[in-house]
């Protein structure tokens, strides 16, 4: 198994769909966050999970509903998106109590089309 | 004010010459670390080489090392004997010791070419 799994890797959805998109940690890992990567832009936080208690929300918007049931498995629902809305997403996790010294591991991410 | 400033969008280095990619930061914190990933074509951010705040020596990871300054508070990547394999996004990243949000700051990343 890989440290961080994402399904799928690739999604293409409408805009009235409702999809989900899948992150897995394999390393005992007790924090996890969402990026969006956009096409020329840098990464941009979306969540951040901490002991699966939500600690960031960067403005996103409500069509966007993440959901972290434990500290291995970190969800991100979607619905109603729009077409800015395709992009790369990456799930990342990583230790906390280390302070600043421990790395974030990411998934290999979902490209996201919106239609 | 950006944590985190790339300011080379794009290099290009000949296969088996050393390259610098450039990265600043800015923090008030004593305690942080600062960290290089590489993104291929494929997406995946791989993480490449970790440098504390209060580490006195350099850190090397193989081919890659990172020339820390922390008084001009600058944490620039070298990679030696590029490869082909080298071409990819790379981004420059911190994480301050307050772990305030415990998140990462990431730069806009500098596309890298390697020429044959």
């Known amino acids: 198994e890989t440290g961080v799994t994402q399904t799928p890797r690739h999604l293409v959805m409408g805009m009235t769909n409702k999809k989900s998109l899948k992150c897995e940690q394999h390393l005992g890992h007790n924090a996890m966050y969402w990026y969006k990567q956009s096409a020329k832009k840098p990464l941009e936080l979306m969540f951040v999970?901490?002991?699966?208690?939500?600690?960031e929300n960067n403005s996103v918007p409500s069509r966007f509903s993440p959901e972290c049931p434990n500290s291995s498995h970190l969800f991100l629902h979607l619905h109603t998106l729009q077409p800015e809305d395709s992009a790369l997403y990456l799930c990342?996790?990583?230790?906390?109590?280390?302070?600043?010294?421990?790395?974030?591991?990411f998934g290999q991410g979902t490209r996201l089309t919106v239609v | 004010a950006q944590k985190i400033t790339q300011t080379q969008p794009g290099m290009f280095v000949q296969e088996k010459e050393a390259v610098t990619l450039d990265c600043t930061y800015d923090?008030?914190?004593?305690?942080?670390?600062l960290f290089w990933y590489k993104q291929p074509s494929s997406g995946e951010m791989i993480f490449l080489i970790y440098q504390g705040s209060y580490d006195e020596q350099n850190a090397t990871e193989g081919r890659y090392s990172l020339n820390f300054q922390k008084a001009r508070k600058s944490a620039n990547l070298v990679i030696s004997a590029s490869q082909l394999g080298d071409s990819a996004m790379y981004f420059c990243?911190?994480?301050?010791?307050?772990?305030?949000?415990?998140?990462?700051?990431f730069g806009t990343g500098t596309s890298l070419t390697v020429i044959p």
């Open positions: 999970y901490n002991f699966k208690e939500q600690t």
């Open positions: 923090t008030s914190d004593q305690s942080y670390g």
């Open positions: 990243a911190m994480r301050e010791g307050r772990n305030t949000g415990n998140q990462f700051y």
């Open positions: 990342a996790s990583s230790q906390l109590g280390g302070g600043a010294t421990t790395e974030a591991f």
